[in-house]
């Protein structure tokens, strides 16, 4: 049996989270995926090139470098980690041959390699280049600082095992571990460099080639070295039916929607809801409905520029119309939600600390507020853009929203991979908007609950609500701590949970063997001839 991802403390094949618990708070999000797949039963064929229309150039192919889900979405497929999540999000060994055996009350996790995997470049993965791989990882992304912060000592022990010592117990260590998005990628020790040039990994596809505005392609990996459980989400048998795959990016949604009814596009992401009916209509696509998918929400600039006052984002807060944004994102009420709680009822982090500080729209309140904080009329930097076109309605209503209160506003509306770039400059923004999916861990997102993500939120406060959740492994005492860090967020404000949406993207009917998840992925997927 595979634990839970909430079951970080425990020894090796235990877990001490209720796994009937997590099946229920989830039950909603499975079925979706599953209804979603529309895989045939069939074994998929193998061979064909996908064409695989994205939402625009992704600004590294580096996937420690970004938390962008477009970077994320197509190296994914090149390299893996050490561990993944299966279908019901539990966590399950992927490189490591095992879980961890963990001892020391939790605070040691010895993890055993496979052996035999393979490099694209024919080297056979060693211990080496784990510990390389992931002292990168703690170095340069943000989940991975904050991970750095529990650790005490990364060490080999002999070419096939790591083992990790941690500061205190640490919870969602093996979920960091696991995440596809900026993620702890295994890569070999030699090619490690900042920037990366060379893309080697250990994935059922390797890296061909990038054509800028083009496509970026991948050809199957013949080295690959494959699980042999069951595929499961992310987890188990990945087998690369595809000869290669083309991650295209169209930046206009409705290209995307186009490209698809034309056949030109074998699978769309991230679709203008709206677009649903005209695609359900259509006999070669088929649309996939992922619900509950993610949440929209503002980043607020903690370090410089007016939103640096913490008065100010809390004017910032009050002035937002919740409800207001999403309908404007999302338009049919079917495909958005307008909750508070960052958790469902349904899940153990269900909590309603802070939420009478959500969607108010009081713009006499958020005015009275603003003019207490003596705002000196510098604009409030917006930054957007229009390739997720929810992204930028949402934005368009919050402006409204903020002018009523008495902001003055920069609308600055760019492409997705020049926002990724800028919002790293903190002189360039005071809010963006982004998106992240549902996940069952709550510290894997938004990577602003790390260190060191644009946004730079830092307080005591946050420090010691987080400190306290990740220490805690028993699962209805995490539940209770959540609601910490809820209040925390609300009322420090470093990002704004907007709501919940469903997401809509499209398959071709000759695209066998799809699964939906958060992050798209083409292993064992094949082409009807």
Do not use: C
């Amino acid at each position: 049996m595979i634990p839970s991802l909430f079951a970080g403390t425990q020894s090796r094949g235990s877990s001490n989270f209720s796994r009937h618990g997590f099946a229920v708070a989830l039950t909603t999000f499975i079925a979706a995926l599953t209804l979603a797949g529309g895989g045939a039963l069939a074994a998929p064929p193998r061979g064909g090139a996908a064409n695989i229309a994205m939402i625009g150039e992704p600004q590294t192919l580096d996937p420690m470098a970004s938390t962008a889900d477009l970077v994320g979405t197509i190296m994914l497929h090149a390299y893996e980690q050490l561990y993944t999540f299966d279908a019901n999000w539990n966590i399950a060994p992927m490189l490591a041959e095992s879980l961890p055996a963990i001892s020391n009350g939790g605070l040691v996790y010895t993890i055993p390699l496979r052996k035999g995997v393979k490099f694209h470049n024919g080297r056979e993965m060693t211990s080496d280049d784990v510990l390389a791989s992931l002292k990168r990882w703690m170095e340069m992304a943000p989940r991975g600082k904050a991970v750095a912060k529990e650790i005490k000592t990364i060490e080999a022990k002999g070419p096939n095992a790591i083992v990790v010592t941690m500061n205190r117990a640490y919870a969602p260590l093996l979920a960091h571990l696991a995440l596809p998005n900026g993620f702890a990628a295994i890569m070999p020790k030699e090619v490690i460099a900042t920037p990366l040039t060379q893309f080697v990994g250990t994935g059922p596809y390797m890296f061909k080639e990038r054509k800028p505005d083009q496509y970026v392609q991948l050809v199957r990996f013949d080295g690959y070295a494959a699980r042999s459980e069951p595929a499961s989400g992310y987890a188990g048998k990945r087998e690369a039916l595809l000869d290669e795959l083309r991650f295209i990016p169209v930046p206009n949604a409705n290209t995307r929607v186009e490209g698809s009814l034309s056949g030109q596009y074998h699978f769309a992401d991230l679709l203008p809801v709206e677009s649903y009916a005209r695609l359900e209509a259509a006999p070669n696509v088929k649309p996939v409905l992922t619900a509950p998918f993610g949440f929209p929400y503002l980043v607020l600039n903690t370090k410089q520029g007016p939103l640096a006052n913490v008065a100010l984002r809390q004017a910032v807060q009050a002035s937002l119309n919740d409800a207001d944004m999403l309908g404007a994102g999302f338009g049919d009420p079917k495909f958005y939600s307008a909750d508070a709680n960052h958790y469902a009822k349904n899940t153990p982090f269900y909590s309603t600390a802070g939420t009478e500080q959500y969607g108010k729209g009081d713009a006499k309140k958020a005015a009275a507020m603003v003019a207490a904080a003596k705002y000196d009329a510098t604009p409030v930097k917006i930054l957007t853009s229009q390739q997720y076109d929810f992204h930028y309605r949402i934005a368009l209503v919050m402006a409204e929203n903020l002018k009523a209160a008495g902001f003055k506003v920069d609308m600055q509306v760019v492409d997705w991979s020049t926002l990724i770039q800028r919002r790293n400059d903190p002189a360039l923004w005071d809010i963006y908007i982004t998106h992240s999916a549902v996940l069952p861990e709550p510290t894997l997102t938004p990577p602003q609950l790390g260190d060191g993500a644009p946004g730079w939120w830092s307080s005591p406060a946050k420090d010691a609500a987080l400190a306290a959740f990740n220490a805690e492994s028993d699962a209805k005492k995490r539940g209770a701590l959540w609601g910490n860090i809820q209040s925390v967020v609300y009322s420090e404000v470093p990002y704004i949970r907007v709501g919940n949406f469903n997401s809509v993207t499209a398959r071709s009917t000759k695209l066998d063997g799809y699964v939906a998840m958060p992050w798209p992925f083409f292993w064992n997927t094949g082409l009807q001839k």
